[in-house]
């Protein structure tokens, strides 16, 4: 099994003109199983190369592969036209709003998004509770 080298990138400090308050709240992706990334900026670009607030060292990954951008709550993952894909449970997108548990796969690299405390998923709103 090939383990990915991530590295996170530190200088993403927010700036005023940024909607904080559209940032979901405690959210947070965990990358392989083991790292986990917090997720507090209003974009998050995701590749290979060290201009990206996460970086992924990992050649199935595209230099600039995905971004993250917190819109109304929630977040919505982009796909950079990378060479390998980007996928959420298991269906390619170009562009769609993740939740909680999702799985990202980016070229293969597996990411799970997550939440503490998550909002409830309109999709689910005429389920049993």
Do not use: C, W
């Not at 709550?73 to 990378?82: P, Y």
């Not at 999702?102 to 005429?126: C, E, K, M, W």
């Amino acid at each position: 099994m090939h383990l990915a080298r991530v590295q996170v990138n530190l200088h993403y400090d927010v700036g005023v003109d940024e909607e904080i308050d559209s940032i979901p709240p405690n959210a947070f992706v965990v990358i392989e199983g083991g790292k986990i990334y917090p997720l507090v900026k209003v974009v998050i670009n995701i590749g290979r190369t060290l201009d990206n607030q996460l970086v992924i060292d990992d050649p199935r990954v595209s230099r600039s592969h995905a971004e993250l951008r917190a819109i109304q709550g929630h977040f919505v993952l982009f796909d950079l036209n990378s060479t390998g894909g980007t996928f959420v449970n298991g269906h390619r997108i170009s562009k769609t709003i993740i939740y909680p548990n999702d799985t990202i796969s980016l070229g293969g690299v597996a990411l799970t998004f997550n939440q503490d405390d998550p909002p409830p998923r309109p999709d689910l709103a005429d389920t049993v509770r």
